[in-house]
């Protein structure tokens, strides 16, 4: 079930920490996810924990305002899609969501590294590719 991290203790610069990916400074722990007010987070079909943070929330909200839909559909699209491929790049994975919004699929992208993932954006889809 998806959880809102809302009390997370901030430490250090606030800033990149050395030796972290890029993933990594954004949800690779507790501690680096502080920078983040909120993240929500679910599990993939395979186990894999899935996290949307603030800032991919809102990337979403303003980027594809046409989708129209809660966040928890959002989640539920990767914790129960419909569909599922391999995108593009090396540990990214598309999932797909039939029958909410305005179109008929829903598409999230979620980038992985070690074994966790985090939601870039969703999109509606009129078709399924």
Known sequence: MPFLVDSISRTG?????PGL???EERI??????AHD?????TVDPDGRIVALDFRGWRHIL???????????????AV???????????PGEEWFYRRGF????????VVHYEDERGLIV????RRSFP
């Open 13 to 17: 610069s606030g800033g990149t920490r």
């Open 28 to 33: 690779g722990s507790a501690a680096v996810a």
């Open 21 to 23: 990916t890029a993933l």
């Open 62 to 76: 303003e980027t594809h305002r046409e989708l129209q839909v809660e966040r928890q559909v959002i989640l539920d």
């Open 101 to 108: 919004g305005a179109s008929q699929w829903i598409k999230v």
């Open 121 to 124: 954006t969703a999109f509606p």
């Open 37 to 41: 007010p909120a993240v929500w987070e």
């Open 79 to 89: 914790s129960k899609p419909d569909r599922r491929s391999p995108g593009h790049d």
